[in-house]
C-alpha cells in the first residue's frame, strides 16, 4: 500500500507541512510523460524512507490543486519540492531520478540524525548557505521563530505583482540585492516585495503555531539608482490574532496592538535591516499577525520589504481551523 499522500487542498497541504518534520512534494500532472516515467521511483522512496511525524511524502495533481501550484511558483512538470519546518529548503526539477534519489536521502540521514541525537543539523537554506540569515543575533533567550509562519495562508494587499513572490519576505537566506545595491543579483529572480498604487502595505501573517513574540527585524534595501525608487516602511500597525486580512478602512478604525514608528537612524547601514521591539505582554498567545504599513520614508509612490524575521517563543501547534475561532473570539 502506497505511503505517499495525494493532496487534496490547500488546507490540507498546510496541516502536512505543520505536522510532519520534513515533507518532499511530487507536483506532478495526469498528461505528463515524464511524471509517469519517474513516479514508481518516486513511490519506491516513499516507500522506503517515510516516518509517522518526520518524513511525508505528498503529491499534488497541478491541474486540480491550482492554488497551490501557484503559491509555489511550479511552471514545469515534474518538480520535487522539499520542505523543512514548513519551508521549502530545495527543489528538483525535471524526471531526475539520480538527483531526487540523492535529494531525500540526504534529508532521511539528516533525519535519522536527529531521532539519534535529539538535535537538528542545519540545512541549506534558499540562498545555499547553511542555516538562516539574519541581520543581528536573537534576543537574549528568545530564537528566531519565522519558521512558524503558515506560508500558504499568507494573504497581501496591495502588492505589486511585479515584484518578488509574497513568501520571499520569510526566506531563510541572505537578500540576495543586500551585496548588489538594491539591484536584482545577476540572474536571479527579485526576492523582495513592493507596494503597487501607494506606500501602503497589508500583510496578514498566519502561524502554524501559536508564539509568545518579543520582537521583529524588517529589511528593507534602498535602489538608489532605480528611475523611481520604493521607499522604506515608516509607520507600522500591529494587530494581533485576526481571521483574515484587514481591509484598509478596517484598519484605519479599529485599535491596534502595538503602533510603531521606524526612524532613519533605526536603519542598520550594513544589513540595511530595523529592529522592531515588541510589548512582550500584549503578544503572549499569537496565532496571526496584520502588518499595515500605513506610510513609508520618503517622497516616493511605493514600498520595499526584503525579508522579515520574527523573534520569541513557540507553543503548541495550533489546529487547522481553530484561527478563525481565536480571532472571532478576541474582539476588540
Given at each position: 500500500?502506497?505511503?505517499?499522500?495525494?493532496?487534496?487542498?490547500?488546507?490540507?497541504?498546510?496541516?502536512?507541512?505543520?505536522?510532519?518534520?520534513?515533507?518532499?512534494?511530487?507536483?506532478?500532472?495526469?498528461?505528463?510523460?515524464?511524471?509517469?516515467?519517474?513516479?514508481?521511483?518516486y513511490?519506491?522512496?516513499?516507500a522506503?524512507?517515510?516516518?509517522?511525524?518526520?518524513?511525508t511524502?505528498?503529491?499534488?495533481?497541478?491541474?486540480?490543486?491550482?492554488?497551490?501550484?501557484?503559491?509555489?511558483?511550479?511552471?514545469?512538470?515534474?518538480?520535487?519540492?522539499?520542505?523543512?519546518?514548513g519551508?521549502?529548503?530545495?527543489?528538483?526539477?525535471?524526471?531526475?531520478?539520480?538527483?531526487?534519489?540523492?535529494?531525500?536521502?540526504?534529508?532521511?540521514?539528516?533525519?535519522?540524525?536527529?531521532?539519534?541525537?535529539?538535535?537538528?543539523?542545519?540545512?541549506?537554506?534558499?540562498?545555499?548557505?547553511?542555516?538562516?540569515w539574519?541581520?543581528?543575533?536573537a534576543p537574549?533567550?528568545?530564537?528566531?521563530?519565522?519558521?512558524?509562519?503558515?506560508?500558504?495562508?499568507?494573504?497581501?494587499?496591495n502588492?505589486?505583482?511585479?515584484?518578488?513572490?509574497k513568501?520571499?519576505l520569510?526566506?531563510?537566506?541572505?537578500?540576495?540585492?543586500?551585496?548588489?545595491?538594491?539591484?536584482?543579483?545577476?540572474?536571479?529572480?527579485?526576492?523582495?516585495?513592493?507596494?503597487?498604487?501607494?506606500?501602503?502595505?497589508?500583510?496578514?501573517?498566519?502561524?502554524?503555531?501559536?508564539?509568545?513574540?518579543?520582537s521583529?527585524?524588517?529589511?528593507?534595501?534602498?535602489?538608489?539608482?532605480?528611475?523611481?525608487?520604493?521607499?522604506?516602511?515608516?509607520?507600522?500597525?500591529?494587530?494581533t490574532?485576526?481571521?483574515?486580512?484587514?481591509?484598509?478602512?478596517?484598519?484605519?478604525?479599529?485599535?491596534?496592538?502595538?503602533?510603531?514608528?521606524?526612524?532613519?537612524?533605526?536603519w542598520?547601514?550594513?544589513?540595511?535591516?530595523?529592529?522592531?521591539?515588541?510589548?512582550?505582554?500584549?503578544?503572549?498567545?499569537?496565532?496571526?499577525?496584520?502588518?499595515?504599513?500605513?506610510?513609508?520614508?520618503?517622497?516616493?509612490?511605493?514600498?520595499?520589504?526584503?525579508?522579515?524575521?520574527?523573534?520569541?517563543?513557540?507553543?503548541?501547534?495550533?489546529?487547522m481551523?481553530?484561527?478563525?475561532?481565536?480571532?472571532?473570539?478576541?474582539g476588540?
Open positions: 500500500m502506497s505511503k505517499t499522500v495525494p493532496i487534496t487542498s490547500p488546507h490540507h497541504f498546510s496541516q502536512v507541512l505543520s505536522s510532519s518534520r520534513i515533507v518532499v512534494t511530487d507536483f506532478y500532472a495526469d498528461w505528463c510523460g515524464p511524471c509517469k516515467a519517474i513516479a514508481p521511483v513511490e519506491q522512496l516513499s522506503q524512507l517515510s516516518r509517522p511525524s518526520t518524513i511524502f505528498t503529491k499534488v495533481d497541478t491541474d486540480e490543486q491550482k492554488e497551490i501550484t501557484q503559491t509555489y511558483g511550479v511552471s514545469a512538470m515534474p518538480t520535487f519540492v522539499i520542505f523543512k519546518q519551508r521549502e529548503i530545495k527543489r528538483v526539477k525535471g524526471a531526475d531520478p539520480k538527483a531526487l534519489d540523492a535529494a531525500v536521502k540526504q534529508l532521511a540521514q539528516e533525519a535519522a540524525k536527529v531521532g539519534e541525537d535529539g538535535e537538528a543539523s542545519s540545512s541549506a537554506g534558499a540562498g545555499g548557505a547553511g542555516g538562516s539574519a541581520a543581528f543575533p537574549k533567550g528568545y530564537s528566531d521563530v519565522t519558521d512558524s509562519i503558515d506560508l500558504l495562508g499568507l494573504d497581501f494587499l502588492l505589486d505583482s511585479g515584484a518578488g513572490d513568501r520571499c520569510f526566506d531563510s537566506g541572505k537578500p540576495s540585492s543586500l551585496d548588489a545595491k538594491g539591484k536584482t543579483a545577476a540572474g536571479g529572480k527579485k526576492d523582495w516585495i513592493e507596494s503597487d498604487t501607494d506606500e501602503q502595505l497589508m500583510l496578514f501573517i498566519p502561524m502554524q503555531s501559536t508564539l509568545k513574540l518579543h521583529l527585524h524588517i529589511t528593507s534595501i534602498p535602489s538608489p539608482d532605480s528611475e523611481d525608487p520604493p521607499m522604506r516602511p515608516r509607520t507600522l500597525h500591529l494587530f490574532n485576526r481571521s483574515t486580512v484587514l481591509g484598509f478602512d478596517e484598519a484605519d478604525d479599529m485599535p491596534v496592538t502595538q503602533k510603531v514608528e521606524i526612524q532613519e537612524g533605526d542598520d547601514a550594513k544589513t540595511q535591516t530595523a529592529k522592531v521591539e515588541l510589548r512582550f505582554v500584549k503578544f503572549q498567545n499569537i496565532s496571526s499577525l496584520v502588518l499595515f504599513v500605513a506610510d513609508a520614508d520618503g517622497e516616493g509612490e511605493k514600498t520595499r520589504i526584503d525579508r522579515i524575521r520574527l523573534f520569541g517563543e513557540t507553543g503548541e501547534k495550533r489546529k481551523g481553530a484561527l478563525e475561532k481565536i480571532g472571532d473570539e478576541q476588540e
